[in-house]
């Protein structure tokens, strides 16, 4: 089948790599000669593993093309996805001007019959609007060309975005058109043949569906920190607790990690969204309104452990810092909770040197040098000289480091974990004082 894909970012990237790898032509279309460019050449602007091999292999067996001809686009595909940015305005409503952009282009050049696949995380109501545009546009052309507009709005996770593409636990079609919905159907048999994992539902709920699965994720990380908070002062371990809730398949074991907040270009986003959404449509949701704050405020706790373990004395300090990213193998930094702290002790006063085995390029685009930052190659180099460790990312690397060369290379012997990597015994017996999320009393 022929598809048409506009945004070549994350989500555009690797829903065109995938349908080409199962025997689809895709062409990607995007507004960035230079992105495009690179593409061309085989070169991924974004870290995402496997996807450039994907993307080479797929372009070379001719099933994978680049453009920045919207016409060329709207010629190739019946299926015409939008994939691109749904950044958050100032009031954390999703901005959809990019969307819209492309529902114009591709209603400006369109002569036949075309289905228009919303795949960004856009909010309820969207389709209605892109429906709208493409109709306005359409009526101002004297053009009477028949469409479709279809919600699939994608669950991938960074770092195992192509294994959640091609082995998904779920394909969500909204749409109001049952003949649509067949050829949806067909276009993802290949990812979902041995188990019918496809969900026909209407335009709206397959449009709140996506913002209601982020949010229950969401929800239940910052439950745990919240608990976690609660354990430190009662002097409770959330690690067992965490084992002994999730041993409930109710509950389940799964995204029940407290840590240092959530991060990246999706939960936030999409939590200050659907509470905005809600307030929109004249509820207030309050649940939402608690995620977020439990979240903002989670993001200050290694910040906060610091400042009391130091008696507030940070000025002149230097910390080492293991993990930039906002989870492990991706270099993406949206929204990280190494951010905040960096920040944090950069005006406090503090230096920070730090490691990541794949974001420092990313770390220096967002912050550029500066002399309270050294980004270091390796996560041993950056405890030289340092008054303290501190892990915000819990790449595999840091999980079984080589204690003793921690302790002689930092100044004092102390460790800030804010993703419960170690036993806290452990660390004790070997000297380290070690502090981490929800475990026990320790400031
Ligand atoms: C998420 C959703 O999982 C995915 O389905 C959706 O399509 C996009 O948003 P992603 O943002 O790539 O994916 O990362 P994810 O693995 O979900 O992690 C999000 C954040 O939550 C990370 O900062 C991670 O460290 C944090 N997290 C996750 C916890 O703090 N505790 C957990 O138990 C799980």
Known sequence: MKVTIYGSGYVGLVTGACLAEVGNHVLCVDVDPDKIDRLNRGEVPIYEPGLEAMVTENTQAGRLAFTLDPA?????????????????????????????????????????????????????GTADRVREAIRDILQGRGAQVDFDVVSNPEFLKEGAALDDFMKPDRVIVGTDNPRTGELMRALYAPFTRNHDRML?????????????????????????????????????DIEDVRQGIGSDPRIGYHFIYPGCGYGGSCFPKDVKALERTARQAGFEARLLTAVEEVNERQKERLFQK???????????????????????????????????????????????????????????????????????????????????????????????PDFERIRKALKQPVIFDGRNLYEPRHMEDMGFAYYAIGRGRRD
């Open 72 to 124: 060329e686009g709207v010629r190739h595909g019946l299926f015409q996805f939008i994939a691109v940015g749904t950044p958050p305005d100032e009031d954390g409503s999703a901005d959809l001007r990019h969307v819209l952009a492309v529902a114009r282009t591709v209603a400006e050049h369109m002569d036949e019959y075309r289905i228009v696949v919303n795949k960004s995380t856009v909010p309820v």
């Open 200 to 236: 026909l539902m209407d335009i709206r709920s397959a449009e709140l569906t996506k913002y209601a699965a982020n949010a229950m994720l969401a929800t239940k990380i910052s439950f745990m920190n919240e608990l976690a908070n609660l354990a430190e002062r009662l002097g409770a």
């Open 306 to 400: 610091l400042h009391s373990h130091f008696g507030g004395d940070l000025k002149g300090r230097t910390i080492a810092l293991w993990g930039l990213a906002f989870k492990p193998n991706t270099d993406d930094m949206r929204e990280a909770s190494s951010r905040r702290l960096m920040e944090a002790l950069w005006a406090a006063g503090a230096r920070v040197r730090a490691h990541d085995p794949v974001a420092m390029e990313e770390c220096t685009h967002i912050y550029g040098h500066r002399d309270d930052l050294v980004l270091c190659d390796d996560h041993e180099q950056a405890l030289e000289g340092a008054d303290a460790l501190v892990i915000v990312t819990e790449w595999n690397v840091f999980r079984s």
